[in-house]
């Protein structure tokens, strides 16, 4: 089983900006989704970005769109979050997680569908006023 390890966050002030990495211990083909997710004090578990492992397509979540990227420079390389322009409301624990795409071959970016397949630790983001 695919062991996903976290690294990055910290703290920063609005506007600041940081970095993200998701690293493999061990791939295996069926890890087709790569996500980032977030969870905030009190709030449910959300989905920021995605990729397809090794695929150029990116995709985000529309309160992160235009501030944040997610890249990855080869199949089965980390994977990174970087997040520019941050505010306080991005203030959460960041995961990682991998999943198996759909019969159809597509991924589908939701916390329900990742929840059965590989997460990471959560790494803490603080944004101040």
């Known amino acids: 089983q695919a062991q996903l390890v976290v690294s990055g966050g910290g703290s920063v002030q609005t506007g600041g900006s940081l970095r993200l990495s998701c690293a493999a211990s061990?791939?295996?083909?069926?890890?087709?989704?790569m996500g980032w997710f977030r969870q905030a004090p009190g709030k449910q578990r959300e989905w920021v970005a995605g990729?397809?492992?090794?695929?150029?397509?990116?995709f985000y979540a529309d309160f992160v769109r235009g501030r944040f990227t997610v890249s990855q420079d080869r199949a089965n390389a980390p994977v990174l979050l970087e997040m520019n322009y941050l505010k306080p409301e991005d203030t959460a624990t960041y995961y990682c997680?991998?999943?198996?795409?759909?019969?159809?071959?597509?991924?589908?970016?939701?916390?329900?569908?990742?929840?059965?397949?590989?997460w990471g630790q959560g790494t803490r983001v603080t944004v101040s006023a």
């Open positions: 997680a991998s999943w198996k795409t759909d019969w159809l071959g597509r991924c589908i970016w939701t916390v329900s569908e990742a929840r059965n397949g590989n």
């Open positions: 061990e791939y295996t083909s069926r890890a087709g989704c």
């Open positions: 990729k397809y492992n090794g695929g150029p397509s990116t």
